[in-house]
């Protein structure tokens, strides 16, 4: 036969009560010590939110004014009308990690501050930006590449201006048919 417990008066079988709630026999002894002394007998798991491993907001936000210097271009062509922004072509997420890491060093109260690892910072670029590392294999129609060449190449100003015209036209037309 079960070893006998008082709970509340009633006297009750241990085993049966192990085995019902499927818990250890150290529970119900933590349990009735501490109901025995008169302490509370809660649950406090995740009360302490303090989070010791927690980065400071300062170390945060230098990585998100970092990233916002960054420059970014809007997609013209394919992507047009998107609120979504581009990286220059070239750059990768990690090239932009270690021009972080060299800004970094120079910053004179680096001694109280954290550097971000890798993986925090992407954290960081992805929850709070919206910008598509990847570039696009071609951002402009052929036509406005043409009329970029023919900017570049004018001889004087009366010719520069009529192409800025027609490639202005070009451009209405496109949002007009879009």
Do not use: W
Request: proline share 3%; glycine share 4%; hydrophobic share 30%.
């Amino acid at each position: 036969m079960g070893q006998k417990t008082t709970l509340a008066g009633v006297q009750i079988c241990k085993d049966m009560f192990i085995n019902t709630l499927q818990i250890t026999p150290q529970k119900i002894t933590v349990c009735l010590k501490k109901n025995r002394t008169g302490e509370t007998i809660q649950d406090e798991r995740g009360h302490n939110v303090a989070g010791l491993n927690k980065l400071p907001e300062d170390d945060i936000n230098f990585a998100k004014n970092f990233i916002e210097r960054v420059p970014k271009y809007v997609s013209h062509y394919r992507r047009n009308g998107t609120e979504r922004e581009f990286l220059p072509p070239g750059t990768t997420l990690i090239s932009l990690y270690d021009n972080y890491k060299t800004e970094f060093k120079s910053v004179p109260d680096k001694d109280f501050r954290t550097c971000l690892s890798f993986a925090l910072f992407k954290k960081v670029f992805y929850d709070n930006f919206n910008l598509k590392v990847k570039t696009l294999k071609k951002d402009t129609c052929n036509r406005c590449d043409k009329y970029s060449i023919a900017k570049q190449n004018s001889i004087d100003q009366a010719q520069r201006e009529a192409v800025t015209k027609q490639h202005e036209d070009h451009l209405n037309l496109a949002d007009k048919l879009s």
